[in-house]
């Protein structure tokens, strides 16, 4: 039964710590998406990788957030320096995208972080 | 904002009665997708629509897009305590090859 695993699952850090969460998606997807949901924003989608190639971040924070995807089974998301207004939950999901458009994507569990 | 947008926000029903959702958005679409999302879990894709297409049935589920209204609609016949959940729009707009999410509808289902 093929899924996408993430780590950690909880993440209680404080201030100024650096954040790794890590993210395998299911084999043989093209597209690997992060999300961060929160109560206030909702679900905001902050990067993308296809075929391992970043194409879209722009949803991301550029001074504190990096996202990498260094092999086709391990995708990452970092925060340095981690801070307060970070704390929410982040999904990874992959899917299947072409030129003419894209399929289903399957979401991880999240990563629950919480920055003190 | 190309977000799509939800109506209602929250939905309470009975057990056995049907739920309906909307979505609406503003630009063209290559698709449109809907996803559940269980308190504190992932969200799970329950169908998806494409462009060309103005009705699909899985199950319980049955969706419409009316692409010159921009509006899609979510039904969920029969529904049970497990359909508790919320619910959200996902529309993949042309051009862009990514998912932009509504905001939800958070359903209770009253036994």
């Known amino acids: 039964d093929a899924r996408v695993t993430q780590t950690p699952r909880d993440k209680v850090t404080e201030m100024g710590q650096e954040v790794t969460m890590r993210c395998q998606p299911i084999?043989?997807?093209?597209?690997v998406f992060w999300y961060r949901q929160t109560m206030m924003q909702g679900l905001e989608l902050l990067a993308y990788?296809?075929?391992?190639?970043?194409?879209?971040d722009s949803g991301m924070p550029k001074d504190r957030f990096s996202a990498e995807m260094p092999d086709a089974t391990l995708a990452t998301l970092k925060i340095q320096p981690s801070e307060p207004r970070d704390s929410a939950v982040y999904f990874c999901?992959?899917?299947?995208?072409?030129?003419?458009?894209?399929?289903?994507?399957?979401f991880g569990p999240g990563t629950r972080l919480t920055v003190l | 904002s190309q977000q799509g947008e939800e109506d209602p926000q929250a939905l309470s029903i009975q057990e056995g009665e049907n739920a309906t959702m909307n979505c609406s958005y503003k630009?063209?679409?290559?698709?449109l997708q809907w996803y559940r999302q269980n308190s504190g879990r992932g969200l799970v894709h329950l169908i998806l629509?494409?462009?060309?297409?103005r009705e699909k049935h899985s199950g319980r589920l049955r969706v419409t897009l009316d692409t010159s209204k921009k509006s899609s609609s979510l039904l969920i016949t029969a529904s049970r305590a497990a359909d508790t959940a919320s619910y959200f729009c996902?529309?993949?707009?042309?051009?862009?090859?990514?998912?932009?999410f509504g905001q939800g509808t958070r359903l209770t289902i009253n036994p």
């Open positions: 996902a529309t993949e707009f042309q051009g862009a090859q990514k998912l932009v």
């Open positions: 084999l043989g997807h093209n597209t």
């Open positions: 629509i494409r462009s060309n297409e």
């Open positions: 990788f296809r075929n391992r190639a970043p194409l879209d």
């Open positions: 630009t063209s679409i290559n698709n």
């Open positions: 999901a992959s899917g299947l995208v072409f030129r003419g458009g894209g399929d289903e994507q399957f």
